[in-house]
């Protein structure tokens, strides 16, 4: 078949499919014809078939999930599908692929992969939850319940037990990490459940898994430990805009007090069980155990991110960490001839290399990679990240032979898929960009107030709130409040106390989710978050009809990672400003505005308080890459159009 041939064959498919009296109208009650579901269908298509990479753009509405999901279904292929979340791979596995297989009646077998921090480990369970229940009492009736639930779940998967959050403490005690995971080696292997998620996978023709998942395989091909995934002939992301910032961070190293006072407790632990006559092996631990401590006594005061070449300038510093880098290399010998007694030992030894192995990337330093520490509380983070990841994606990307898709609401800047491509080095890919097809003119307003301050002012976020104040009233609350700093939404929700009318909700008073099911059933809510809620966050209807975002979504320049590119930009005489930041914020903007559209029938206002939208030449960037709305500065058009259109709404309600 010609390719002239092939594209009218796919066309004619796709036409079937996704056109007005298609097999989609016939069975879905809500479904809408809609020419940009098509365009994508057909791309994703042909993707597929000569096994090339494609970019999709795909505004909201367009209905990109059946776009590409029903194409993919349909070649017949091994196909990995990536996600953003992981509550997006739980809606594409448990309701999109079940709904278009029973509808084409497709016998194809559909796996749902996660990483392993999502599964239950039995081994641990057993050998550290009586630890966890000895030293804590909350801890205590935690593990029960999950003892109990262990004696009756088929998949393991920790997002069964709804009585205990997702980020509780107990979870670590129960599930594995790629350090203290015995492998083959473990009493439980035929009963893991991580192992039987996978094998699972490995017989699937579809494999639904996130983003977190696949960086976490890449980084471990890379190093030679292993392959985690199926190999697939076809890999398709969505939310692909998270990608570059994802690869970064897996492509990095860390190496952390946590892992370090884990080691030597576990080291410990096998000493006694595998090697009980080595008596060295006890003050050898203890002195790695200061030596931590040791150092995170010297960053004392510190708190954040920071430059290594900063923080290594402090001669205290530096002579505890060349302290913390000489324990480690000497636990490491002390337990390296024990290898071969257990398999807890072994498991400790590769642990022990691996410290030391980024300890010395941070103590050499190099000019492709940021080395930077990371400052808690209670503990610490040396890094070590990439400075350009395209060279590692695409060398990546290039040891197979598949069809690489990605699409998202929000990759182009200025219309130009310049920026991601070049992030990735997805040079050769083609492109799509498609509009979303909800009635932005006659359902949004873009308000772009007047605050009178400039957002480094220190009076700016109470300007913001009563630039915003009369809306809020107006719209009888039904408001997200973005903000780009916790700061600023602490200062905010201070601010707004006072205001019984509304009911306020504030990012850190509950779980992000449980937060989100209050706003969506109360009246008179405004949620205020920061950028946790920017994206993945879908309120549909009249409970939500105006977004405040209170600054342009600029990176903080002293973050030492985006220092280090900025950095690197300038040597190459590239302006950093143009080339990153800006691109950067514009998607970030783009991610805030799409909360509020979510449906066909939703209308509201967008208010942007930041005055840099107007003054600085470069807010036309902003306002080109949003969606088609009016825009409006009078704070009357803003509160007429809400009022207009909320008479309207209640009028079809009813």
Known sequence: ???????????????????????????????????????????????????????????????KTFAYLIPALLSKQKVVISTGTKHLQDQLYFKDLPTILKIFKLPVKTALLKGRANYLCLYRLEHHGPNAQMHNRQLAKKINIIKEWSQFTKTGEIAEVTAIYENDMVWPNVTSTIDNCLGAECPSYDKCHVIKARQKAQQADVVIINHHLFFADLALKMEGFGELLPSANSVIFDEAHQLPELASTFLATSTSSRQMNDLASDVLA?????????????????????????????????????????????????????????????LYEMIAPLGDRGKVLTKCVERCERIEQGLYLISEGNEERINWLECFERGFKLHSTPLVVADSFQEFMQQYKCSWIFTSATLTVNSKFDHFQQQLGLVDAETLMLDSPYDYQNNTRLYLPVIGVEPNDKN???????????????????????????????????????????????????PRRELLSIFSKTDHAVLLGTSSFWEGVDIRGEALSCVVIDKLPFAAPDDPVLSGRLQALRQTGENPFMKYQLPQAVISLKQGVGRLIRDEEDYGVVVICDPRMLTKPYGKTFINSLPNMLRTSSLDDAINFLELRESEYEAVSH
């Open 460 to 510: 700016y976020t109470h300007k913001v709130i009563d630039a915003v104040l009369p809306i809020l009233e107006a719209n009888q609350g039904r408001a997200f409040l973005l903000f780009t700093s916790h700061r600023a939404l602490r200062i905010a929700a201070n601010y707004l106390a006072d205001h019984e009318e509304f009911t306020l909700l504030v990012q850190g008073d509950s």
């Open 270 to 330: 096998a000493h006694l069980e595998e090697a009980p006559e080595v008596k060295e092996i006890q003050p050898v631990v203890d002195a790695l155990q200061k030596a931590v401590a040791d150092f995170q006594l010297a960053l004392s005061g510190k708190n954040g991110r920071f430059p290594w070449y900063e923080i290594i300038s402090v001669s205290k510093i530096e002579d505890q960490f060349d302290a913390l880098c000489k324990a480690v290399h000497e």
């Open 1 to 63: 078949m010609s390719a002239k041939e092939e594209a009218h064959s796919v066309e004619n498919i796709s036409k079937s499919i996704f056109s007005e009296k298609g097999l989609l109208f016939e069975y879905l009650e809500n479904f809408r014809h809609r020419p940009q579901q098509q365009s994508m269908s057909n791309a994703v298509e042909t993707a597929l078939n000569n096994y090339s990479q494609l970019i999709v753009e795909a505004g909201t509405g367009v209905g």
